[in-house]
């Protein structure tokens, strides 16, 4: 089983990779069509995985992870405690922008089993933006996909001038300092 | 790290309420309580309802409001039917003040409503037999509390037993006649969690029976429940080694308290409780659903 590591590897021209995280199979293969309906101007590979580290055998064929997003359903206590396990098996280097976290499952409160505070917690201790999207719904889905889309060009470098470090910014709220 | 104990929040919006039944292991509880008057609200089945802060309701009208509430009650259970005049329903409201469940001092005392009809037929010298039953209360709603304006009576709990009809004509009442909303209260697998590991850690003198989760699998066409059954000795054993601090219950211990049941279900059977959804405990003390239904057994 290997570490997945940024920049271990050299970087395919014109294209990026996003890996999804989570236990949720069909929403991942949802977001991940959403995805690639996006209009874009590069080429793009979308890896889904239930969990971390990934198999080592086919280690040598994967191109460079560029950006992963760990999948959380807040109405599944199971889904939040194996992200939390999959965090352990990564390389500190993702944690500069190059992780974020998606909340599905918070419209219906009286059906979630993860207490909000878990996972602003879980943001704060990896530095690393979390994004509360219904993926259930089709409109969010395919914002949802835009914005990943967006931060996946800016973490495989394709935007001159702004890079994935960036995103700490963004999460800082007006209330701290 | 989050601490939360002794908690029945009244809270109608926007935070959900963390519920305790009255009768449970907090001494603060038993002063004033005197079992004989609550022993009838024991062993029934209770829906929950949140209600808003009532405008102008005095403690001292209590009288009256009866009367108005049973001639409307009266007045809605004969719409529609052709009735003679004098014919006497037989219906009876009575509202009335329940000593001693309140959490602090700020509360406002629980109030009863209870509907009693006479029986019809005419040679049974029949007493009232209660109906229907609702009461209100408000229990450790200090936040709450603090923020009410001077006019209005914070009792934002409501729990009934009996007929639907009756809960809906004795409701629409109140919100007439206080300017209040009363809406179902749905208990969430957070809340039924805390539930589960609070009541467990409460002492029972009399039978215990075991303690009962009942989960909802998402995702899969036919409905399915999975119901896990521990016995209580074993419930509480492993609560008493969770638990630091008697009298207090933290998140985390809740939370260690159900990855323990939960790893302990999956080692046997292979399957991710934690994936599921918590609809209903059941404890020797009592038992909640996500409907927000409440029974208290002891």
Redesign the interface.
């Known amino acids: 089983m290997s570490l997945v590591r940024p920049f271990d590897k050299l970087p395919t021209l014109n294209s990026a990779a996003i890996l999804l995280v989570g236990?949720d199979e069909s929403q991942q293969q949802q977001l991940a069509e959403a995805i690639l309906k996006e209009k874009k101007n590069f080429k793009i590979n979308i890896h889904v995985a239930t969990s971390l580290p990934l198999p080592a055998e086919r280690d040598h064929i994967r191109p460079r992870i560029d950006l992963i997003a760990f999948m959380i359903n807040m109405?599944?206590?199971?889904?939040l405690?194996n992200v939390e396990a999959s965090l352990s098996h990564m390389d500190a280097n993702f944690f500069l922008g190059k992780v974020c976290f998606l909340i599905t499952g918070v419209g219906r409160?009286?059906?979630?089993?993860?207490?909000m505070?878990a996972v602003r917690k879980l943001g704060n201790l990896y530095c690393s933006p979390v994004l509360f999207c219904e993926l259930d719904s089709e409109g969010i889905r395919v914002a949802t996909a835009q914005r990943l889309l967006r931060m996946l060009q800016i973490c495989a470098g394709h935007m001159p001038g702004v890079s994935a470090l960036f995103f700490s910014s963004l999460m800082k709220s007006s209330i701290d300092e | 790290m989050?601490k939360r104990s002794s908690l029945f929040h009244g809270l109608p919006f926007p935070t959900?309420p963390v519920l305790e039944p009255p009768s449970c292991c907090y001494s603060g509880w038993r002063e004033n309580v005197d079992p004989q008057k609550i022993a009838f609200l024991l062993r029934k089945q209770w829906t929950l309802y949140s209600v808003t802060p009532m405008y102008k309701f005095s403690y001292g009208n209590l009288k009256e409001y009866s009367r108005l509430l049973s001639a409307f009650v009266a007045a809605e259970k004969q719409k529609g039917l052709a009735v003679e005049v004098g014919n006497d329903l037989g219906i009876k409201v009575t509202l009335s003040t329940l000593l001693g469940l309140k959490g602090t001092d700020q509360d406002q005392v629980a109030v009863l409503v209870q509907i009693a009809s006479r029986s019809q037929l005419p040679f049974e010298n029949a007493e009232n037999k209660v109906v229907w039953s609702g009461w209100f209360c408000c229990i450790s709603g200090d936040d709450l509390l603090e923020s009410v304006p001077e006019d209005f009576t914070c009792l934002s709990l409501f729990l009934a037993n009996g007929a639907e009809s009756y809960t809906a004509i004795v409701g629409s009442w109140f919100q007439k006649t206080f300017d209040c909303y009363f809406s179902r209260l749905?208990?969430?697998?957070?809340n039924l969690?805390w539930m589960a590991a609070m009541w467990t850690g409460c002492k029972v003198d009399s039978h215990m029976a075991a303690t009962e989760l009942v989960f909802s699998v998402?995702c899969i066409p036919q409905s399915l429940d999975i119901s896990y059954a521990i016995h209580s000795e074993d419930a509480k054993a492993l609560w008493d080694t969770v638990q630091k601090t008697p009298g207090e219950v933290t998140?985390e211990e809740v939370n260690l308290f159900?990855d323990c049941l939960?790893s302990h279900f999956h080692r046997h059977f292979k399957i991710?409780l934690?994936?599921?959804?918590?609809v209903k405990v059941s404890t020797s003390i009592a038992s909640a659903h996500?409907d927000g239904n409440i029974k208290v057994l002891d």
């Open positions: 236990t109405q599944s206590k199971h889904s405690r409160m009286n059906h979630c089993s993860v207490e505070n | 989050e959900t749905t208990i969430s697998p957070l969690a998402p998140q159900m939960y991710h934690s994936a599921t959804r918590l996500c």
